[in-house]
C-alpha cells in the first residue's frame, strides 16, 4: 500500500554530447538505491530523469559529425536509456528537455517571471570570435584564471578554485573551437534578478528544512557573501535550444533561452510527461501533485552546486514552487587520479559493463557512499577485493551454500527453529540499516548488512547441518539459515537488485518489502543460480603517442635547411606550436597552408638545425610517395587513436618513437592490426601504396 505523500527524486541530467561513463554511474546509483529504499517502504515515489540536449556543445559538435543537433541528440538519448538499465538503474520516466513539454513549461516559467518584474533586458559585453563568426559561450573560451592564475581554464567555473567566471574575466582568453584569440562586442540579452532572492536564499540555507551537507553550507555562505549577480538566461544564435518569444522584436535579433534555464526545468517536465501517460479516466496524475504538494530530492554532483543552490531555487521561489533537498556527491577517481583516457582509466559505461557487470559496481560504490562530499577512489585492486573477498566471499558464499544446501537435501522446510537473542539481533540491525538508507549512508548499511552475514556464517558453521543425525533439528537450523539469507536478500535489494530476486525466486517469493523482514518462512528450496561472479581486473591498453588533429596556420622555410618547413600549428587546447617538418620535397607551401593533419602532440621538444620544433607531424612514405594523414570532421585538438587503446600523453623521444611501427592498408593506418580513428570518422592517407611506413 504505497503512501499518500509524493516524492520525486531526480539525478543529474546527462548531457546528450556523449556516452554515460563510470563518473556518470555513482550519481545514478546512488539515486537509485535511495529510490529502491523508500519504494520498499511503502513510499509513493518517482525517479525521473531526462537527457540534456540543449547548448553550444551539441550544436558544435553536431556539424562536426554532419548531422542535424535533432538527430545528434537523439542518438545519446537512446544510448543513455541502454547504459543506465544495464546498470539496473530503475528510473520511472527518462525523458528529454527537447520537448513539447519543456518547452512550454520553460516558456511559462520566463513568462511568469517577466511577469513579475524578474527579467530585464541591457545591454552586456560577450565575446566574439571573428574567425568562428560567432558568439562564444562562457564555456568555450579558455584562459587564465583572474582570481588564482592556473592557466586553461573554462570561462564559466574555474576547475582549480571553484569561482563562478564569466567569459569576460578571463586573462589571455582563447576560442575553444579555433583557438583564435576573441574580442569583445556589446549584446542585448535578458536577465534573472538573481541578487532580488539573496535575503530569502540565506534564510533557507540556514534553515533546517533544508538540511544542506556541512561542506555545501560553507561554499553557500561564501558565494553569498561575496554578493549575487543578476543571471544572464539568454544566448546569440546559432544555438539548439528553445527561441525565446518575442526576443525579435524586443532585441532586434532572435535569443535563445540558456541551457541553465531549461534544463533543470527538464526534472519537471520530465515528470509531466510521466504523469501525462498515467492519467486516464479513472485515474488523475499531474505534476503539481509531486513538485507543489510533495517533495522533491535532487541528487547531483558537486560541479552543478552553484547552479542547482542558487539559481535553480530561486526560480522556483518565484514560481511558487516549494524548495527540493539536496545530495551532492564528490567525482569519482580512478587508481588516486582523476580518470584519464590516456592512463587507460577512462570506462564508458559499456566498457565497465562487458568487463566487470553491473552489481559489481553497485556494490562497491554503494559501500563507500555517505552523505558527504567525498571523492570515491575506484581504486582496482580494492575493487577486485571488495567484490570477490566481501560481495561474493562473505555475503554470496553464505546465500549460496545454504541455498544449495537445502535444495539439495530438502524436499521442504519447517518454520525455523526459535533463536531469540539473534533473531532479536538481526531484527535490531535491520532498524538500523533502515536509518541508514533513510540517512543515505549506504557505507554504514553495507557495514551492518556484513554483520548480519557474520552472524549467519558463524551459524551455519556452528550448526553444522551436514554432520547432524538430528533431522528435525537441523531443518530448523537451516530454516533459521534461510530466513536469514531471505532477509539479507530484502536488505540488499535496494544495492544488489538482481542478487535479491535470484534469492527470492530459488524461496518462492516475489516483490518482498522492508516490512517482510521476519523469521516466518517454510518451504521448499529450487533452482539455485549462480548469485554473484568474481571479477578479474583487466588492463587497458595504451599506446605511447597523443595523436592530435592540428591546423596547419602558416608555413615558411627553415632558415637552416633547404630540405625543412617550419609550421605554425594550431593544436586546439594545446595552443599554438612550431613544427619542423620534412615535407618540402613532396609538398608546396600553399598545400599545406590551412591544412589539418595528425600530430605528434607529445614528442620531445627539440632543437632541429637551430629551430625548435615542438610537435611531430605524421606522414606516410612507402619510398616514392608521401601522403599526410587527413580527417575532414574532427577540429584541432581533437584526439584521435587506434581502435581499442587510449593515447598517452607522457612525452616520448624521437628513438623510441622510431620503434613504433605504423603502416598503410587500403588507404588506412594501422598499428598491430588496430585502426587508426576517432568516434566520428577514419584516419586516411591518400596517394601511397600499401604497406608504406607512417613516420
Known amino acids: 500500500m504505497k503512501s499518500a505523500s509524493k516524492t520525486v527524486i531526480t539525478a543529474a541530467l546527462p548531457y546528450a554530447n556523449g556516452p554515460i561513463h563510470i563518473g556518470h554511474l555513482l550519481e545514478y546509483i546512488q539515486a537509485d538505491i535511495y529510490a529502491r529504499f523508500l519504494k520498499m517502504l511503502g513510499k509513493d515515489v518517482l525517479y525521473i530523469c531526462a537527457s540534456d540536449m540543449h547548448g553550444t556543445p551539441i550544436e558544435v559538435n553536431a556539424k562536426k559529425a554532419g548531422i542535424e543537433p535533432e538527430k545528434f541528440v537523439e542518438k545519446y538519448w537512446?544510448?543513455?536509456?541502454?547504459?543506465?538499465?544495464?546498470?539496473l538503474i530503475s528510473m520511472d520516466n527518462f525523458y528529454k528537455t527537447h520537448s513539447k513539454e519543456n518547452k512550454e513549461l520553460s516558456e511559462h516559467f520566463f513568462s511568469t517571471l517577466k511577469k513579475k518584474g524578474l527579467i530585464y533586458i541591457k545591454n552586456m559585453d560577450v565575446i566574439y570570435c571573428k574567425n568562428c563568426d560567432r558568439s562564444l559561450p562562457d564555456r568555450y573560451v579558455r584562459g587564465t584564471c583572474p582570481l588564482c592564475g592556473i592557466a586553461d581554464q573554462y570561462g564559466d567555473v574555474c576547475e582549480g578554485c571553484g569561482s563562478v567566471l564569466k567569459g569576460t574575466d578571463l586573462l589571455n582568453p582563447k576560442c575553444s573551437i579555433c583557438s583564435s584569440t576573441p574580442t569583445i562586442k556589446s549584446s542585448p540579452h535578458y536577465f534573472f534578478k538573481l541578487s532580488a532572492f539573496s535575503s530569502k536564499l540565506k534564510r533557507w540555507i540556514n534553515s533546517k528544512s533544508a538540511d544542506l551537507q556541512s561542506e555545501v553550507k560553507n561554499w553557500l555562505k561564501e558565494w553569498l557573501d561575496k554578493g549575487l549577480e543578476d543571471w544572464c538566461i539568454s544566448r546569440d544564435a546559432p544555438y539548439f535550444g528553445f527561441e525565446i518569444p518575442g526576443s525579435k522584436k524586443e532585441c532586434d535579433e532572435v535569443k535563445y533561452f540558456y541551457v541553465w534555464l531549461d534544463a533543470p526545468i527538464g526534472y519537471i517536465s520530465s515528470t509531466k510527461n510521466y504523469c501525462d501517460k498515467k492519467s486516464d479516466k479513472k485515474k488523475s496524475c499531474r505534476w503539481e501533485d509531486y513538485w507543489k504538494k510533495g517533495s522533491t530530492h535532487h541528487f547531483i554532483g558537486k560541479d552543478i552546486s552553484y547552479f542547482h543552490f542558487l539559481f535553480w531555487p530561486a526560480m522556483l521561489m518565484a514560481m511558487d514552487i516549494p524548495l527540493p533537498k539536496l545530495t551532492v556527491h564528490g567525482f569519482i577517481i580512478v587508481n588516486g587520479q582523476k580518470m584519464s583516457k590516456s592512463r587507460g582509466t577512462f570506462f564508458t559505461a559499456k566498457e565497465f559493463h562487458k568487463l566487470y557487470g553491473a552489481e559489481a559496481l553497485r556494490f562497491y560504490y554503494a559501500s563507500h557512499l555517505q552523505r558527504k562530499v567525498v571523492d570515491v577512489d575506484l581504486n582496482f585492486d580494492e575493487f577486485a577485493a571488495v567484490v570477490n573477498n566481501v560481495l561474493v566471499g562473505k555475503l554470496g558464499n553464505l546465500c549460496y551454500r545454504s541455498l544449495t544446501f537445502a535444495e539439495k537435501n530438502y524436499d521442504g522446510l519447517p518454520a525455523a527453529v526459535e533463536n531469540k537473542a539473534l533473531t532479536k539481533k538481526v531484527l535490531s540491525l535491520s532498524e538500523k540499516i533502515k536509518k541508514n538508507y533513510l540517512a543515505q549512508d549506504y557505507h554504514t548499511a553495507i557495514k551492518n548488512i556484513l554483520l548480519i552475514t557474520d552472524l549467519g556464517n558463524a551459524y551455519f558453521q556452528k550448526a553444522e547441518p551436514w554432520k547432524s543425525k538430528d533431522e528435525e533439528k537441523t531443518k530448523k537450523a537451516v530454516s533459521w539459515c534461510l530466513n536469514l539469507v531471505r532477509n539479507l536478500a530484502i536488505l540488499m535489494t535496494p544495492v544488489l537488485p538482481e542478487f535479491s530476486q535470484k534469492v527470492f525466486n530459488?524461496?518462492?517469493?516475489?516483490?518482498?518489502?522492508?516490512?517482510?523482514?521476519?523469521?516466518?518462512?517454510k518451504g521448499k528450496v529450487k533452482n539455485v543460480p549462480l548469485l554473484v561472479h568474481k571479477v578479474e581486473i583487466v588492463r587497458k591498453e595504451t599506446f605511447p603517442l597523443r595523436l592530435m588533429v592540428g591546423k596547419i596556420l602558416e608555413v615558411k622555410d627553415h632558415p637552416n635547411a633547404d630540405s625543412l618547413y617550419l609550421l605554425k600549428v594550431d593544436l586546439g587546447k594545446l595552443g599554438q606550436k612550431q613544427v619542423v617538418a620534412g615535407l618540402k620535397k613532396h609538398f608546396r607551401q600553399e598545400d599545406l597552408q590551412g591544412r589539418k593533419a595528425v600530430f605528434v602532440a607529445n614528442m620531445k621538444p627539440a632543437k632541429l638545425r637551430g629551430e625548435m620544433s615542438e610537435a611531430m607531424v605524421l606522414a606516410a612514405d612507402d619510398g616514392v610517395h608521401v601522403g599526410l594523414l587527413e580527417v575532414q570532421k574532427l577540429s584541432p585538438g581533437d584526439e584521435v587513436h587506434f581502435e581499442g587503446t587510449e593515447n598517452m600523453h607522457a612525452e616520448i623521444t624521437f628513438e623510441?618513437?622510431?620503434?613504433?611501427?605504423?603502416?598503410?592498408?587500403?588507404?588506412?593506418?594501422?598499428?598491430?592490426?588496430k585502426k587508426l580513428l576517432s568516434s566520428v570518422e577514419e584516419v586516411r592517407v591518400h596517394g601511397v601504396n600499401d604497406n608504406a611506413k607512417v613516420r
Do not use: P, R
Not at 506 to 521: Q, R, S, V
Open 78 to 87: 537512446k544510448e543513455h536509456q541502454q547504459d543506465l538499465a544495464s546498470f
Open 506 to 521: 530459488a524461496m518462492g517469493e516475489k516483490d518482498l518489502l522492508f516490512n517482510d523482514i521476519h523469521f516466518k518462512w
Open 656 to 673: 623510441d618513437f622510431m620503434k613504433i611501427n605504423m603502416t598503410v592498408q587500403a588507404g588506412l593506418v594501422f598499428y598491430a592490426g
